[in-house]
């Protein structure tokens, strides 16, 4: 099958930025920009929308549609289960569509190892280590415990994001913000010479 599109996976260590970048990415207008909404088997947090932000699953709902293999890929986090339902990525890269991703390393490498050249990895690196703590402290979200779970992932996630194509260092949001539909326009302009 011939694709117009491009999945633009964007990954980060947990409390790097990556939902506040990717709202404001999709908040540009693009028309041809999508948001591929992941699936959960974790609780909902705070003012978060089911199908808007996750679809919110059951553990036996989620296995489900693992076993009729309606994911590209999934994984467990944190305790929990996510995953990308494979229909809407398909469809829209059929259609010319830039889908944005927010998906852990693992997830993001396995979506480059079935989509190739019609995906790209971009990382997000906090400022510093301790900017990632404080973010993650100032959320109030979570307790110390589940804190520091998500902090146990970090060398683990700086190691893999090595294979990525590229490592945005967050420091400014509008300036991440740029580079990322920098890169994503480059990329789109590749595809089309290619395609002609």
Known sequence: METKGLLVVISAPSGAGKTSVIRKVLATGDERFRYSISATTRARRGN???????FFLSPEDFDAERLREEFVEWAEVHGHYYATPKTPLDKWLAEGGIV?????????????????????????????????????????????????????????????????????????????????????????????????
Do not use: C, W
Not at 166 to 179: C, G, P
């Open 100 to 196: 944005f991703l927010d998906l852990d390393v693992d997830g993001g490498l396995a979506i480059k190892d079935k989509y190739n050249d019609t995906a790209i990895l971009i990382f997000i690196n906090p400022p510093s280590y301790q900017s990632l703590v404080d973010r993650l402290r100032s959320r109030e979200t979570e307790s110390q415990a589940q804190i520091d779970k998500r902090l146990e992932r970090y060398p683990k996630e700086m190691q893999n994001s090595q294979k990525y194509d590229y490592r945005i260092v967050n420091e400014q949001l509008d300036a991440t913000v740029k580079e990322i539909i920098k890169i994503v326009n480059h990329h789109i302009d590749k595809i089309n010479r290619t395609h002609k």
């Open 48 to 54: 978060e929308r089911p199908g808007e932000d996750y």
